[in-house]
């Protein structure tokens, strides 16, 4: 019990959907509801709705975006209202639910990409990742003689 709250899922993103990619969406699958989650790349306000491309991930059992260097494609998700860009920065992580409401191509350098468009009914910006540092057993705070190889074995610690 105490294990599953660890990783629990956001009410809002809790359900079942459609195991569909952004990089396999086409016109067939407008008006499928899906969750998926990535990486921020751009966000884009406008005067009614702010838009976001997002470099999408698979996801994690807690619905967050797995670190690594495979991708599912990218996709346009909009929502209304203004989301300040200086929040939604690139490189954020979010996990959102909505529905496919059509497909826009773009251009990604000099490639014509196809891109899903999500009406977004539910978004998660998840906290920055923090980086751990992980120390040997004595971490920075060894013994003098340890830093300096001659010394190793110092007079008074012959059993080292």
């Not at 195991?19 to 998926?36: C, I, M, N, S």
């Not at 996990?95 to 468009?117: A, C, Q, S």
């Not at 990742?129 to 040997?136: A, I």
Request: proline share 9%; charged share 30%.
């Amino acid at each position: 019990i105490l294990l599953s709250a660890c990783t629990s899922i956001p009410e809002q993103l809790r359900g079942e959907y459609t195991a569909l990619t952004p990089k396999a969406t086409g016109e067939r699958d407008l008006e499928t509801p899906v969750r998926w989650g990535g990486v921020i790349l751009e966000t884009r306000p406008e005067s009614d709705f702010t838009c976001f491309e997002i470099l999408a991930k698979q996801l994690e059992k807690s619905m967050r975006p797995t670190v690594s260097d495979r991708a599912d494609g990218r996709f346009i998700a909009c929502k209304p209202g203004f989301y300040d860009p200086e929040i939604f920065e690139k490189g954020r992580e979010v996990t959102l639910t909505g529905e496919i409401i059509h497909m826009d191509t773009r251009k990604v350098g000099d490639y014509d990409y196809n891109f899903p468009v999500v009406d977004i009914e539910f978004m998660s910006l998840w906290p920055e990742r923090v980086n751990r540092v992980y120390y040997d057993f004595y971490g920075p705070y060894r013994p003098y003689y340890w830093h300096y190889p001659p010394y190793r074995f110092h007079y008074r610690y012959p059993y080292f």
